[in-house]
């Protein structure tokens, strides 16, 4: 190897922090924490240099590293990043310690399984936004399955298991629609090795998908990243999830899991199936504006945070999907840095609300009042973070839902013009749910003891630890609201290649009409 | 050096957050006001500079690209971060800066005794900012920045008090009706990039950029549809932040903020964004001249419509909010009648009159220990000299008294609407409804002063007995009624009392005991509203119409100076100006419509006869819907707000028992075929789990024996 292997040790190190981590002996949480800490703040050093050494200018994959693995069948360990998983894999080691941080006093309870589950799934992440074999992206995908089983299985709320098992079978049943289209892709490969066929993307890229094969194909695939992102109607695993899961748990699932299925459709689906892809944009814009409004009227009529939140991802997501589909070079810059958006804002958001709830054991909206008066730095970062998940300009919410209305009014060509109309009330609604939100909760007469039996909790503000979580967030709000273009820089030339690559193959021009 | 005039204040706010608590609080007060008082002076400075050169020509300064990718000329530019000085911005930024530093230093007085005093400036700040960042954009969607950014410090000011249901509602209820009239801006905006390619206002020829929108828009634009929907969808965007019909209702209940909040934000500056935009764009207007007569219809609507809910509110500020309301609709009628100085004319003299009544009736709201009804006031002019005197001064202007600043814009409006109507007999309506408001609004802004200032000090009375109270006892079934809905400050009779005692409390908590006489504020307060009373008096003497002084010509200094940025291009300037007789009938008869309104209320609240009480009693029904303000709040929250709400609950309930149980009954179904699924389940989970694990560490064997 002549050059050092970044993004192996990104994908292995946390496995071998989760493995050590089992062999600290019994008793020794603080150590288990900052030994978790540690090697997650190790794992975001390495990937500094990522953002540094990127060339912005290069199309293909990066930092390529390849070992042949099961060569008899065409499985190699092939990794590599470009400026489409490039963002969301600075995302996943940047969210990662402080993910940990914020379980320092929340996780009591087996803290050396916590410790290595969620190094494990760091892991899986990391693992599935760099394959670039379709064999290995199943096994990275189905590994981060376990541990976010486990996480909300084992350190959830009192439904835990209806929750656990109900995202896993959801999921599963997604995952084995893919497989099979994943082998019918193995199989229409041609390489002159002893296997004769590759899981290599890069060879399968080459390949052209016959057109009929393409609609069933691209199903298979979107169904499965359908249910993960999740889009209208295949969301209602979601809200579960997250109401059960512990604060650490929605972090990590909203901010990164759910970003895999739109990393999905942007790795495989456009490259793969692009005729598929633009004869589905009437359905799949259909189902994305139907999830920004049906997700914003369901979250206002949430009384736990938790599901209010859980709901307003489905509509987040929908706009992000909307963006894909739009499939000009505007709106896919869009998507893609709304996807790091709600990983940031709806993350911090859920961080919000389990420091809330580490104090008041409560998340119901009623049980609350005058927060703001009690906790007031909580309040101000609060505030800040709602405005981002609303999309006021000067934070990063902005940046990527302008893009992407932009983007999808840009296409003529698709008559996308009503989606993005519509999709810009999804504006409207996104400030009424949360800012009643913040009236019920934050603002009125102060409710000082917060808690349902009489005998409840005083608030107090938050403390330095939990400012330390906040403030990296905050920091990234504020960058990308008033200085996208370094994010924006990355992405571009990864993101023109894939939307001209619809663009020729399917035949449709991507922008009608000279401006 | 423009780049000052708003970082100045973003500094501000940036010491105010981080250090406001640790400092003294003049000291904090001091920085904040001083941060102002800075950019006033740098724009000041700039606005003389580029006086001095040639003023057809915007300055451009171009920060950094914001929203953009790649580099030279692969670059994709969506929008940059950049300023823009032409005569326009130029009267805006000094305005915004100048009035601005006024409050700031009022506010120091005013919100001293407040234990969140670092937090209102911090906020006070944040505000000048995004407003200084709205009028000197170069681009439309910077301005959309500042355009968004004084709608988040609106909400935060108006919702000051925010433990008060009643200002955390009022301040949702601010943001969430903007973000309507903000729905048009953006679409607007997805227009505007499709048809120009680009959100620049105009080329800069420093930079060789290619043309902007505004500059000759007719040259893309064939289809005169095209620049009717964009113009109506930005217009739509003007109506919410700047508080028309139908979307003026947040405005009045804004109110919950401090008063010197409502002086600057909700009277001086940012409700007179959507005016400014207006002007800005008025290219596109002029594409499509439908749009401006929607502009100038919704304009004198709303005038007179606010004026008459005006005419019965007792809460002092309230009377001011609808005024506001109604001033504001006399520009969007100058604006909509082609003449886009006169309106810019009128926001700036009303940002100096209103500013100046809202701050002095902050100013006897403070010398009443927090009393907002008018019902309560009166014989305040001998206590509190200086501010009565002041406050005079502000109605004069705005009731448009010959030779005060008020007088020559509103002139200028009605002159200008009237000569529109010679060829278009619309605008003649709109001209008798403009000039029927003087009336309306001389008798509102009387009735307060007389009710205020003179008579007797009713402040220790017994119950709510003066004025019109006695005609709606406080339990009347159209009120009450109001009062069970939702909104809670559907009753202005009832609530109105309650919100000031609130208001009291919170605000000077530490200085409650002012006993009942009534005392004049600290000096710092006082120098604003002198200052201010000055400008209300002799700021309108720039634009003193030539016919007046006899000489030639059409324009005054004011429309002259103006024109660079807002010279109609085309048919307004083709047709005939009024003959100077012609102008003085007109002015005239707006000063008898104005003298008329003085005299009825003159007759009834300073002579007594008819008694208010009477009348309010003879013209029961009439009277109940203003003062229940035509139940446009009610009309809302039946129309929308409930079937909103009920639309929602049903989704919600749908979505747990449709899709969610579609879902869980797929499960059982496949549950029921098979054995027990929890064994299977569970069983397969761990196996499957220790399958991956063995998957991961093969996978890590493999490289680490390999590499």
């Known amino acids: 190897m002549d050059q050092f292997p970044l993004l192996s040790t990104l994908i292995f190190l946390p496995l071998i922090g989760a493995v050590v981590a089992l062999f600290f002996p019994r008793g020794n949480e603080l150590w288990l924490r900052v030994w978790a800490l540690f090697v997650s703040v190790v794992v975001f050093l390495f990937s500094v240099p990522l953002w540094f050494s990127f060339d912005a200018a290069e199309v293909g994959f990066q930092f390529v590293e390849v070992l042949p693995w099961v060569p008899e069948v065409g499985i190699d360990y092939r990794v590599g990043v470009d400026g489409i998983s490039l963002l969301l894999v600075l995302l996943t080691t940047f969210l990662m310690p402080i993910v940990i941080l914020s379980t320092w006093n929340s996780i009591e309870q087996r803290v050396k399984e916590f410790v290595s589950v969620a190094l494990l799934l760091e892991t899986a992440m990391i693992g599935t936004f760099l394959a670039l074999d379709l064999f290995l992206f199943f096994i990275f995908w189905e590994l981060m399955l376990v541990p976010m089983y486990f996480l909300i299985g084992v350190w959830g709320g009192p439904r835990r298991i209806y929750a656990a098992v109900k995202f896993f079978l959801y999921t599963m049943a997604g995952s084995a629609l893919m497989l099979v289209a994943m082998m019918a892709l193995y199989f229409l490969t041609s390489v002159p090795t002893a296997s004769g066929h590759t899981f290599n993307l890069l060879e399968i890229l080459r390949i052209p998908v016959p057109s009929d094969l393409q609609v069933w194909l691209f199903a298979a695939f979107a169904i499965a990243f359908a249910i993960k992102v999740p889009m209208f109607p295949f969301h209602t695993w979601l809200p579960d999830a997250h109401v059960e899961a512990p604060t650490s748990g929605s972090v990590i699932l909203a901010a990164v899991l759910l970003k895999m299925g739109t990393y999905g459709f942007l790795r495989f689906c456009l490259p793969l199936f692009p005729q598929a892809v633009v004869a589905a944009v009437p359905l799949i814009a259909l189902l994305s504006v139907i999830g920004i409004v049906y997700g914003a009227l369901v979250a206002a009529m949430q009384r736990d945070v938790k599901k209010l939140v859980a709901y307003s991802s489905v509509s987040h997501l929908g706009l992000v999907m909307l963006g894909i589909f739009a499939l000009t070079p505007i709106a896919l810059q869009g998507s893609l840095l709304q996807m790091v958006n709600h990983g940031i804002s709806t993350g911090a958001l859920f961080l919000l609300v389990g420091m809330l709830y580490e104090r008041a054991h409560t998340r119901i909206i009623d049980d609350f009042g005058g927060v703001a008066k009690l906790m007031p730095v909580f309040a101000a970062f609060f505030l800040l973070v709602m405005f981002s998940s609303v999309g006021l300009p000067g934070t990063n919410g902005f940046v990527g839902e302008f893009l992407i209305l932009l983007g999808t009014f840009e296409a003529a060509a698709l008559n996308l013009q009503i989606y993005a109309v519509v999709a810009a009330s999804g504006v409207i609604l996104g400030a009424v749910y949360l800012l009643w939100t913040y009236q019920r909760v934050m603002q009125g007469p102060v409710r000082e003891h917060v808690g349902t039996n009489g005998h409840g909790l005083r608030l107090t503000d938050i403390n330095a630890r939990e400012i330390a979580v906040l403030v990296p967030l905050a920091i990234i709000i504020l960058w990308i609201g008033f200085y996208p273009k370094p994010f924006l820089d990355r992405t571009a030339a990864s993101l023109n290649a894939v939307g001209q690559r619809v663009a020729a193959e399917s035949g449709r021009p991507v922008l009608a009409g000279p401006r | ?707």
Not at chain 2, 193 to 200: E, I, K, P
Not at chain 2, 261 to 289: D, F, K, N
Not at chain 2, 300 to 311: R, V
Not at chain 2, 602 to 630: E, H, I, M, V
């Open chain 2, 1 to 707: 050096m423009l780049w000052l005039v708003p970082a100045l204040p973003l500094l501000g706010s940036v010491v105010s957050l981080f250090f406001g608590r640790r400092l003294p609080k003049a000291l904090a007060g001091t920085i904040a006001s001083g941060a102002v008082l800075g950019a006033f002076v740098v724009a000041l400075l700039a606005v003389l500079e580029f006086v001095a050169g040639d003023t057809t020509h915007p300055f451009q300064q171009h920060l950094f690209p914001w929203i953009a990718w790649g580099e030279g000329r692969a670059q994709v530019l969506v929008a940059e971060a950049g300023l823009l000085l032409d005569p326009l911005s130029s009267v805006m930024v000094l305005v915004v800066t100048g009035v601005g530093f006024l409050i700031h230093l009022y506010s120091m007085g005013y919100m001293a005794h407040d234990p969140s005093y670092p937090r209102f400036f911090t906020y006070l700040n944040l505000f000048a900012f995004s407003m200084l960042v709205l009028v000197l954009a170069n681009n439309f969607l910077f301005m959309f920045v500042g355009w968004e950014l004084v709608g988040l410090c609106s909400y935060l000011l108006i919702g000051f008090w925010f433990t008060r249901p009643s200002a955390a509602s009022a301040g949702k209820k601010a943001f969430v009706v903007n973000r309507v009239g903000d729905w048009g801006f953006l679409v607007a905006l997805l227009l505007i990039w499709t048809t120009f390619g680009t959100f620049q206002f105009f080329a800069d020829p420093a930079v060789a950029t290619t043309g902007g929108v505004l500059d000759d828009p007719g040259r893309v634009i064939r289809d005169g549809s095209l620049a009717l929907a964009i113009a109506l969808l930005l217009f739509v965007g003007a109506v919410g932040k700047s508080a028309q019909v139908p979307l003026y209702v947040w405005l009045p209940d804004a109110m919950e903020g401090p008063t010197p909040v409502s002086a600057l934000i909700h009277a001086a500056t940012m409700v007179t964004a959507g005016i400014y935009m207006v002007a800005r764009v008025h290219t596109l207007y002029e594409l499509a001249p439908a749009s401006l007569a929607v502009v100038a219809t919704i304009g004198a609507l709303t005038a007179i419509f606010a004026a008459s809910i005006g005419l019965v509110q007792t809460d002092i500020k309230r009377v001011l909010a609808y005024s506001t309301v109604s001033q504001l609709g006399y520009m969007f009628l100058a604006l909509g009648a082609g003449a886009f100085a006169a309106g810019i004319f009128h926001l700036m003299t009303h940002a100096f009159f209103k500013a100046l009544l809202f701050l002095g009736a902050g100013s006897v709201i403070h010398a009443l220990s927090d009393e907002q009804d008018l019902r309560r006031m009166g014989g305040l002019f001998s206590p509190l000299k200086v501010t009565a005197l002041t406050f005079l001064a502000g109605w004069l202007a705005i009731i448009g008294f010959p030779g005060f600043s008020g007088f020559f814009s509103k002139d200028l409006i009605l002159a200008k609407t009237l000569e529109r109507g010679l060829e278009d007999p619309w605008y003649l309506v709109l001209y008798a409804v403009a000039l029927l408001t003087v009336a309306m609004t001389a008798f509102y802004m009387s009735r307060l002063v007389f009710l205020a200032f003179f008579g007797r000090h009713r402040g220790a009375d017994e119950g709510l007995m003066p004025a019109e109270a006695r005609a709606v006892p406080e339990h009347e079934p159209a009120a009450a009624a109001g009062a069970v809905a939702t909104h809670q400050r559907a009753s202005p009779v009832v609530h109105a009392s309650h919100n000031s005692r609130a208001a009291d409390r919170e605000a000077h908590g530490a200085h409650g005991a002012h006993g009942s006489t009534p005392h004049e504020s600290p000096w710092i307060m006082l120098i604003a509203l002198i200052v201010l009373a000055l400008l209300s008096i002799g700021g309108g003497w720039v634009g003193i119409p030539p016919f007046m002084v006899g000489a030639a010509g059409h324009e005054s200094p004011f429309e002259a100076f103006l024109a660079p940025s807002v010279a109609a291009h085309g048919a307004a300037e083709a047709h005939g100006a009024l003959e100077a007789t012609m102008e003085w009938v007109a002015t005239g008869a707006s000063v008898v419509m104005a003298g008329i309104g003085v005299a009825i209320a003159a007759a009834l609240y300073l002579a007594g006869t008819p008694s208010p009480a009477d009348f309010a009693r003879r013209f029961r029904q009439p009277y109940l819907w203003l003062l229940n303000k035509w139940y446009v709040d009610e009309l809302y929250q039946a129309l929308i707000a409930h079937p909103g709400a009920r639309l929602a609950a049903f989704l919600a309930a749908f979505d747990l028992g449709v899709v969610d149980g579609a879902v869980n009954g797929i499960a059982r179904l496949s549950r029921g075929t098979g054995a027990a699924l929890r064994s299977v389940q569970s069983g397969y989970v761990r196996g499957y789990a220790v399958t991956m694990l063995i998957g991961a560490f093969a996978i890590l064997a493999f490289w680490a024996f390999r590499g």
